[in-house]
T-cell receptor
C-alpha cells in the first residue's frame, strides 16, 4: 500500500474564491486520481492526474473549474476555482500502484465548505 | 453506462448477527470488484477485492464476498458482526482496461452492542 496525505484536511471558503488541495504520496506511483464525495452521496471520479501531461477529466468536470497539476510521481494538486456552495464536498486523492485496473488507495480527504 | 447498485442504504444490527450487503453492477465485460470501508472519522480503506480465480474472496476482519458472474453481483458477508464494524461500506467496480472506479451509493451499518 501507500501512505497518502492531503492538505488542508478541511477549509471553509467564501463564494468566488479558489482553493488548492495538495496530495502527497510516500512513494512513486503510476496513477493518481481525484474524487469528489458530495454530502450524503458516493464518490465520483473528477479526473486522472497524469504526470507530465494534462489531466484526463470525466464527463461533467472541466479543467477551468478543477485545474490539476502533477509535477512528479509523488505529488498532485487539485484547485477548486470560483467556488460556490454547490462545491461543498469532500475531495479525495487516490493512487494506483500497478496496472490501470489495480487497487486504488485513498487519502484522508479534504472537507470543503463554501459559504 | 456502467453503474453499481447497493440495495441497502442503512442497516442496523445487533452484535453477533449475520451481515449481508448487496452489490450489483451493470457491465458485460471483465471487471475488477472491490469493497471499501470507511470507519467513523477515518479515511476509505480497502476491505477486499476480486480480480480473478476463486469467486469467494476473504478480506480483513472476517469479511468475505462472493462474485456471482451470472447475477452481476458481489455481495459482502460476515457471519457475526461486532460493534467495531459500524461504518459505511462501498462497493466499487473497475472495468477491464480502464482506471475508472465506479462506486455504489454506500451502505451505512450501525451495530448495537
Amino acid at each position: 500500500s501507500a501512505v497518502i496525505s492531503q492538505k488542508p484536511s478541511r477549509d471553509i471558503c467564501q463564494r468566488g474564491t479558489s482553493l488548492t488541495i495538495q496530495c502527497q504520496v510516500d512513494s512513486q506511483v503510476t496513477m493518481m486520481f481525484w474524487y469528489r464525495q458530495q454530502p450524503g452521496q458516493s464518490l465520483t471520479l473528477i479526473a486522472t492526474a497524469n504526470q507530465g501531461s494534462e489531466a484526463t477529466y470525466e464527463s461533467g468536470f472541466v479543467i477551468d473549474k478543477f485545474p490539476i497539476s502533477r509535477p512528479n510521481l509523488t505529488f498532485s494538486t487539485l484547485t477548486v476555482s470560483n467556488m460556490s456552495p454547490e462545491d461543498s464536498s469532500i475531495y479525495l486523492c487516490s493512487v494506483g500502484l500497478g496496472q490501470a485496473t489495480d487497487t486504488q488507495y485513498f487519502g484522508p480527504g479534504t472537507r470543503l465548505t463554501v459559504l | 453506462a456502467q453503474s453499481v447498485s447497493q440495495h441497502n442504504h442503512h442497516v442496523i444490527l445487533s452484535e453477533a448477527a449475520s451481515l449481508e450487503l448487496g452489490c450489483n453492477y451493470s457491465y458485460g465485460g471483465t471487471v475488477n470488484l472491490f469493497w471499501y470501508v470507511q470507519y467513523p472519522g477515518q479515511h476509505l480503506q480497502l476491505l477486499l477485492k476480486y480480480f480473478s480465480g476463486d469467486p469467494l474472496v476473504k478480506g480483513i476482519k472476517g469479511f468475505e464476498a462472493e462474485f456471482i458472474k451470472s447475477k452481476f453481483s458481489f455481495n459482502l458477508r460476515k457471519p457475526s458482526v461486532q460493534w467495531s464494524d459500524t461504518a459505511e461500506y462501498f462497493c466499487a467496480v473497475c472495468s477491464g482496461g480502464y482506471n475508472k472506479l465506479i462506486f455504489g451509493a454506500g451502505t451505512r451499518l450501525a451495530v448495537h452492542p
